[in-house]
Each structure stands twice: as C-alpha cells, then as structure tokens.
C-alpha cells in the first residue's frame, strides 16, 4: 500500500512542476506580448509627434498667409469703398465717349476694371466692357491686356475658354499645340481648321466685317491716301507655326490720311488669301500697322509668280525652318520698303485680323501692283497653306482709286 501510495504522490509533484513551468511559461509569453505592443504604441507616438510638428509648421504658414491676404482684401476693400459713389466711372465714361479715335483695348480693359470696382463682376457693362478689349486685342503683341480681360470674364461667371499662359494654375489646354502649350490651338485644316476657329474665337464665325474678301466690283471710289516710309534695321523673324512673320524695330510709318500708322511687323500667306475677281496670286505679304490711338491698318502685297525676288531671297535665307522663339540677326539689315511697289494704288475695306481671334475695326489696304516671286522661292517658303478662305461681304463696300 505504501507502494503505490509513493508512486501517486510522485506522478503528483510531476504533474504539479509541468504546471508551474506551463504557468511560468504563459506567464513570461504574455509579457513578452505587452512588451511588444508597448513598443508599437511608442513607435506610433513618435509618427504622430512627428506629423504634430509637421502640421503645426503648416498651420503658422497658412497663419501667415492669411494675415497677407486680409491685408490685401483690406485694401481692395477701401478701393472699392473710394470708387462705390461712381464719380471716378462717370468723370471717365464722360472723357472716353468725347473721343473721336474711339477706344482701344487698353482703355476698354481699363473702363472694365473700373466699372469692376464700382458696380461689381456681374455688372452686364463691366462684361461688355471686358469682352470688347478681349475682341480689340492684339493677340501676339498684347497678351497682358489679353490675360486681364479673360481672367476678368471669368471672375463674372462667363464661360470662355481661357489660354494656358493666362490661367492662375499650371496645365495644358485641351487644344494646346505640342510641346509649347499657350494660346488655344488653331490651324488651316483638320478639326481647329477655319471652319471651327468660332469654336474657340466667337468673333470668326458671329463677326460681320471679316478678313480676307474676293475682290470684286463694283468699287466706291477710296478717299484713303497712303505715304509709305519704311526704313532699314536689324533683322528680326519669327516662325510662330502658322507663317514666317518679321518683326520691325521703331522708325518705319505708314500716312493714312496723315495720321501716322507705325509698321509693326509683317508676314506671308500662301496662296494670297485676297482674292481678284475669284483669283488667288501665289503670295501675300500683309505689313500690320498700328496708330497711338490702337487702330489697325493693313497694307497687302500681293505676290505674283515671276522673277526672283532679292528681297525674298534675305527673308528665305535667314529663316527659322521651325515654330519658336524670334531670331535676332544683328548682323543683316533689312528694308521693307523693298517689298513695297512704287505705285500704291489700292483696293480698300474695312474687315478683320485674318486668323484667329479675328478682331475687327482693320483697315486693309490691298495694293493693285502685284510684286514678283518666283516660283522656286514659292516652294522654299515652309508653309504649303496658310490662308484663310474668303469672307462674305455683308453689304460692305469695298473702295478703289
């Protein structure tokens, strides 16, 4: 009995040591568990320490910037104030209607900020306003004035489409033209073709004075005079992906009437886009004038093909094959005048810029004497077809002398 009573009492402590090291064991386990969900929970705390730190950083930043803007706003604030009784807009409705130039596009866009400030965005005169300087502008030469009277619009609610290099954010228009983004792109065939430049430009398809027209009569006698005097300086030219255009430096002038017109630049079409009497001649070189007043006068040479040109022959040479940037050539002086036939009987109406946004109130001046081009300088110029089809002539008259 004293046997087996041994033998029960010893299977008991061994059970009892299993137990205490199981107990031990689960014991130092789950320690070991806490220990590394402490670890984790630190490691957490550091992040969140660190994304704290981070966020309060932006927070002081953003502080600051709204301390700038609510002193900025502050001011437009008492701008606003100053110009709300509307002396100022009526003292400069008053100058700007005694005008006989009528208004360029800087003064249309500077009447809508003003009109802006007084009567708000939704003002429908402040919106006309702006629209007017976004028809009238220049859209190479004056792309601020551009810039300012969209933006403008679209503060108004206005839907319009606005150019790349004019919106506050970065991105590329859906119609941008590859690798150089800007303006909304255009073009002399396919689906930006002449057809569906109103898409994009209004004034192309609603206008009622567009550029170019068939040349026909009959005539109403031109009362105009020109007095061309251009003169030679440096070289400038420019491929803008649409025509070979020449910039020209201050001193060359056109007369009309004796108002003088400064010659901005020019550039060539191909084949001419006026037509004479449903005919096209091979070229045309269309020389861009403006007077202090901002009106627009054109003077088309229409190029025949004949001899060779010795003029055409400096432009072909030094001429950018590729769309970019203007080319200085310092070391080449050229004279427009040596495109311009001696005889400056003319073909006058009045129309529009003959691409887009096709603003009107242009003066054209279609020269009767053709000048030679031959048919291998032609075929040198980079473009195969840059003219715009004629326009219908809405019951304009076109003059002649």
């Not at 033209?177 to 073709?193: Q, R, V």
């Not at 886009?273 to 004038?289: C, N, Y």
């Not at 020269?367 to 040198?380: E, H, M, N």
Request: hydrophobic share 40%.
């Amino acid at each position: 009995m004293k046997k087996y009573l041994r033998v029960i009492i010893e299977i008991l402590l061994g059970l009892l040591l299993v137990g205490a090291g199981a107990f031990g064991y689960m014991n130092f386990a789950g320690k070991k568990h806490i220990s590394h969900e402490l670890t984790e929970v630190v490691e957490s705390l550091d992040e969140a320490k660190e994304e704290l730190a981070k966020t309060s950083e932006e927070l002081h930043e953003a502080e600051a910037k709204v301390k700038e803007l609510s002193a900025k706003a502050r001011e437009l604030e008492a701008v606003k104030a100053a110009f709300s009784n509307g002396v100022l807009l009526g003292d400069v409705e008053g100058i700007y209607k005694g005008l006989k130039t009528g208004l360029s596009a800087e003064r249309q866009l500077s009447l809508g900020a003003i009109r802006l400030l007084t009567n708000g965005a939704k003002d429908p005169e402040t919106v006309s306003a702006f629209n007017k300087a976004l028809e009238m502008a220049d859209w190479s030469s004056r792309l601020n004035a551009v810039c300012a009277a969209q933006n403008a619009l679209v503060a108004a609610g206005e839907k319009i489409t606005v150019l790349a290099d004019c919106a506050p954010a970065k991105g590329e228009d859906k119609h941008a033209k590859g690798g150089h983004g800007g303006a909304p792109h255009w073009d002399y065939e396919g689906e930006m073709g002449p057809e569906n430049w109103g898409k994009e430009f209004p004034t192309c398809a609603a206008g009622k004075k567009q550029s170019p027209l068939n040349i026909v009569g009959p005539f109403e006698k031109s009362k105009d005079n020109l007095e061309v005097s251009y003169k030679p300086g440096p070289l400038r030219m420019l491929n803008n992906g649409h025509t070979i255009q020449v910039n020209i430096p201050p001193g060359s002038s056109t007369k009309i009437n004796g108002e003088v017109y400064d010659l901005l630049q020019f550039h060539f079409h191909r084949p001419s886009e006026e037509k004479i009497d449903g005919k096209p001649m091979a070229m045309v070189a269309h020389f861009v004038h403006k007077s202090k007043a901002g009106k627009l006068a054109v003077i088309g040479v229409l190029l025949k093909e004949g001899k060779d040109n010795e003029a055409i022959n400096v432009l072909w040479d030094n001429a950018p094959g590729k769309e970019g940037p203007e080319v200085k050539l310092d070391k080449i002086t050229f004279d427009p005048g040596k495109l311009i036939p001696s005889a400056l009987a003319h073909y006058a109406y009045e129309g529009s810029l003959t691409t887009p946004p096709c603003s009107e109130g242009v003066n054209f001046y279609i020269l009767k004497t053709p000048v030679d081009i031959s048919k291998a300088q032609v075929a040198k110029f980079p473009f195969k077809m840059n003219a715009r089809p004629v326009q219908p002539l809405n019951g304009r008259k076109i003059g002649a002398n």
